[in-house]
């Protein structure tokens, strides 16, 4: 995998179940998998039906708390077939980016937890506590435990020269109680004390995806993931596919008006997606058809006909609005009977095409 690769075209066409396409999955966690401790309905048997069509599925977290070893537990707990070698934490990729620069056994302080001494141990590294020992790097990632005394000692640290590593730059994570602040905010804490940037490893940065692509030797690797701005991102940046789904944080609107690096080369409701064939979509003139629902963008709004199924509406709704956005018509020139107004026909401009009618007609919101 070269980063000079390109993600395949949004909302692509597949001929055959992406299971079958796809030789590894890769497949982010929170709102994909599970949703706190508990998992997304149906998802562990279309990953068993995945797995028995021949797809390898790695399991793809930018969450560096918990060792690889206890979230494949956790995963096994619902039924899962799960080895910690099917498993890659941002922790291990920030490890192996530190390796990489680094003579085995450097020592290397610690601020976060037990999923990042593990993870430097596996590389060869020596993990510290303080930084009284000069260690070489620092390595900062989301643990509950971090507190000032860790991210003050990491900040001495990076300023007496050692380099700085983070596992992920995620503002929040998400908690049983609903929001709370994530490693991107620590990380924060130590900048205003540092005057450099950290080396970050977890999505949307390509190390962990490259990591992920090297342990489970894919060849034609498929991201899976719910969030536009890390899962899907991640995999344009690595230049491979993905598919978005909508168990997690993202919706339609957010589809809508996602840049171009952050749109999905295929969408769908949920992982069973993977044992089905993707439809794409033909564009004829103004005209976005997918399956049976056609889309246009008419005076600023998205309009449909035809009838099917809702994600192949909302396949039809993204192309017709995402071209309309990219591509905003002109006005044509041409003026009304009287022969003063300009007539300016579906001129929409970013984030002004109102798809919400549309999404009611295919049945996405009632
Ligand atoms: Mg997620």
Redesign the pocket.
């Known amino acids: 995998m070269t980063q000079t690769a390109q993600a395949p075209a949004p909302l692509s066409a597949c001929d055959e179940p992406l299971a079958s396409r796809y030789d590894v999955a890769l497949l ?5 998998v599970y949703v706190g401790p508990d998992p997304v309905p149906d998802a562990p048997e279309n990953l068993r039906k995945a797995a028995a069509a021949g797809m390898r599925i790695g399991y793809i977290t930018n969450n560096a708390s918990r060792p690889a070893a206890v979230v494949a537990e956790h995963l096994s707990s619902f039924g899962l077939d799960v080895a910690a070698e099917d498993v890659v934490t941002s922790a291990q990729a920030a490890a192996k980016l530190i390796a990489a620069e680094f003579p085995k056994g450097s020592p290397v302080l610690v601020v976060g937890g037990q999923g990042l001494y593990d993870a430097l141990e596996e590389y060869g590294l020596n993990p510290v506590r303080t930084s009284d020992g000069s260690p070489v790097a620092v390595v900062q990632g989301f643990h509950p435990d971090v507190n000032w005394v860790m991210l003050a000692d990491g900040a001495h640290a990076i300023n007496a020269g050692a380099r700085w590593y983070a596992t992920n730059l995620d503002l929040t994570i998400p908690t049983a109680g609903g929001k709370a602040p994530g490693n991107g905010t620590l990380v924060q804490a130590v900048r205003a004390a540092v005057e450099v940037d950290p080396v970050v490893a977890g999505k949307p940065e390509p190390p962990l995806l490259e990591t992920s692509i090297e342990r489970l030797s894919a060849r034609r690797p498929l991201m899976i ?3 536009l701005d890390s ?1 899907i991102a991640g995999a344009h940046a690595v230049g491979i596919a993905s598919l978005w789904v909508a168990t ?2 993202n919706d339609a609107h957010d589809l809508a008006s996602a840049p171009k690096d952050q749109r999905p080369t295929y969408i769908a409701a949920d992982l069973s997606a993977l044992g089905e064939a993707q439809p794409g979509v033909e564009v004829d003139g103004r005209q976005h058809t997918s399956a049976g629902w056609t889309a246009e963008v008419v005076d600023g709004r998205v309009t449909m006909t035809g009838e099917g199924k809702p994600y192949d509406g909302l396949r039809a709704i993204l192309s017709a609005t995402w071209k309309a956005v990219d591509e905003p018509p002109r006005p044509s020139g041409r003026t009304n009977r009287r022969g003063r107004r300009p007539i300016s026909k579906n001129v929409g401009g970013a984030g002004k095409i109102d798809i919400d009618a549309a999404l009611k007609q295919v049945g996405l919101v009632s």
């Open positions: 982010d966690l929170d709102g994909v993931g719910d969030r899962d997690g944080v």
